[in-house]
């Protein structure tokens, strides 16, 4: 549910059983039988895109571990595992003991592990059988961790973190990750398991370049550490990759040819529904730099919600706001139907546009011209259901306890709960 609505057993109609595990399962047409606005996964798109990417990795020699925090779905993250991936991403402690307790057992903690509280958290995990990584950068985190696991008996696997200059966190250069390694050496309680990246924050002029400079500067770092024997793994990872630039990622670690000594893991988390806003760009980026690469990804995650109030010519105000959908950009009006209609009964949006959104109404411009206004108008019902896409899906995902996988006739065929 959103911010405190949502479908409980009152609000979804007849059509609904409670699943195994607690919460509501529905079935059922999403244009008759569920309480709106919700959130909605195609299914269709969503296989597309677990089987493309994970192609994708395979044929660069890579393996995938999709960062779990854009969706904290466990049921998205065994169809992601199934389909082949090596492991889960997570962004914190609370979200690998989340993802562990559903089931996945190889977690990468792409943050440096801070605070007590969340080095008991990944404690716990490793003494209940987990495979856990998380990443380094600073002398100070790996004295805290080595005294923390020591206590504990445990022995962690760590990365080092390579930044950027004016980027996030990472060590800034090769001298420093160097000297970070051995001092990871001589603590009996962590394993130097590889090396990570974030190229996501690298900007400025000719992004791509510069992207790739850094995915090249990450392998020439990984191989002086293997050089000089700092890796305590037999088989170090080499990580980086986020949603818009993995084919660089990708391309390079393929050319150094480091599959034969590290292993290559891509850590894309949107790919999974995709987007209508800044990955839908950033893929038109991708299939320019390679026109080899079929159509690509296809955005699967909509939100539903309908027409409220039409109270001056030109205007509509939609059931749809902040706590229900993405707002870095605009959401986007796609299709629109009649509650209670079918699926292939769509009715147009051309020329509609979310001007503003507040915490649960969107203000939608409705085209205007002399020679079409009164029939346009007259077609727009209260009522009328309207589906919107979003750019950034993870910050869709977490207005949600629950989203609804659908098929394309709109059929609610699963209801895949959250972990926030």
């Keep these: 549910m959103s911010g405190g609505k949502g479908l409980d057993d009152r609000?979804?109609?007849?059509?609904?059983?409670?699943?195994?595990?607690?919460?509501?399962?529905?079935?059922?047409?999403?244009?008759?039988?569920?309480?709106?606005?919700?959130?909605?996964?195609?299914?269709?798109?969503?296989?597309?895109?677990?089987?493309?990417?994970?192609?994708?990795?395979?044929?660069?020699?890579?393996?995938?571990?999709?960062?779990?925090?854009?969706t904290m779905a466990p049921a998205l993250f065994h169809r992601q595992l199934a389909a082949g991936a090596w492991g889960i991403t997570l962004a914190t402690a609370p979200q690998c003991r989340a993802a562990f307790a559903h089931g996945v057992t190889r977690l990468l903690l792409a943050n440096q592990l801070i605070?007590?509280?969340?080095?008991?958290?990944?404690?716990?995990?490793?003494?209940?059988g987990a495979h856990v990584y998380c990443v380094v950068?600073?002398?100070?985190?790996?004295?805290?961790?080595g005294r923390y696991f020591a206590a504990r008996g445990l022995r962690l696997q760590v990365l080092i973190e390579l930044g950027v200059e004016g980027g996030r966190c990472g060590c800034r250069d090769h001298d420093e990750v160097m000297?970070?390694?051995?001092?990871?050496?001589?603590?009996?309680?962590?394993?130097?398991?590889?090396?990570?990246?974030?190229?996501?924050?690298?900007?400025?002029?000719?992004?791509?370049?510069?992207?790739?400079?850094?995915?090249?500067?990450?392998v020439e770092v990984a191989q002086a550490l293997d050089h000089d024997g700092l890796f305590e793994s037999p088989a170090p990872i080499i990580?980086?990759?986020?949603?818009?630039?993995?084919?660089?990622?990708?391309?390079?670690?393929?050319?150094?040819?480091?599959?034969?000594h590290f292993v290559p893991v891509l850590r894309p988390g949107c790919y999974v529904v995709h987007d209508h806003g800044i990955y839908r760009d950033a893929q038109r980026g991708l299939?320019?730099?390679?026109?080899?690469?079929?159509?690509?990804?296809?955005?699967a995650l909509e939100v539903f919600a309908q027409v409220q109030s039409l109270p001056e010519p030109g205007l509509a105000v939609i059931a749809l706001g902040k706590r229900d959908i993405a707002f870095d950009q605009l959401p986007e009006p796609l299709r629109r139907y009649r509650e209670g209609g079918r699926a292939g009964a769509v009715l147009s949006v051309e020329g509609w546009r979310v001007t503003r959104l507040m915490d649960q109404h969107a203000f939608v411009r409705l085209p205007m011209d002399d020679h079409e206004a009164g029939e346009r108008w007259d077609e727009i019902?209260?009522?009328?259901?309207?589906?919107?896409?979003?750019?950034?899906?993870?910050l869709t995902f977490d207005k949600w306890r629950q989203l609804l996988l659908v098929d394309d006739a709109l059929q609610v065929k699963e209801s895949l709960q959250t972990c926030f």
Excluded at 44 to 53: C, E, K, R, S
Excluded at 115 to 128: D, F, K, S, T, Y
Excluded at 381 to 394: E, L, M, N, T, W
């Design 179 to 218: 000297a970070l390694a051995e001092l990871i050496d001589s603590e009996q309680a962590l394993v130097l398991a590889g090396l990570e990246g974030y190229e996501g924050v690298v900007h400025g002029n000719d992004p791509e370049s510069r992207v790739r400079g850094y995915a090249w500067q990450l």
């Design 239 to 260: 990580t980086a990759s986020g949603s818009a630039w993995y084919d660089v990622i990708a391309q390079v670690f393929a050319e150094a040819r480091l599959g034969e």
């Design 287 to 299: 299939l320019a730099r390679r026109p080899d690469l079929d159509r690509g990804l296809r955005p």
């Design 11 to 70: 609000q979804a109609g007849p059509e609904h059983r409670h699943g195994e595990k607690g919460g509501v399962e529905l079935t059922g047409d999403l244009l008759s039988g569920v309480s709106l606005p919700a959130a909605v996964v195609f299914e269709g798109a969503l296989v597309h895109n677990l089987a493309w990417m994970q192609r994708f990795a395979e044929a660069h020699g890579a393996r995938l571990a999709p960062h779990g925090k854009t």
């Design 115 to 128: 605070g007590e509280a969340n080095m008991a958290i990944v404690a716990e995990l490793i003494e209940a």
């Design 137 to 145: 950068d600073s002398i100070a985190n790996v004295s805290q961790l």
């Design 381 to 394: 019902r209260v009522g009328d259901i309207v589906a919107f896409g979003a750019s950034h899906p993870c």
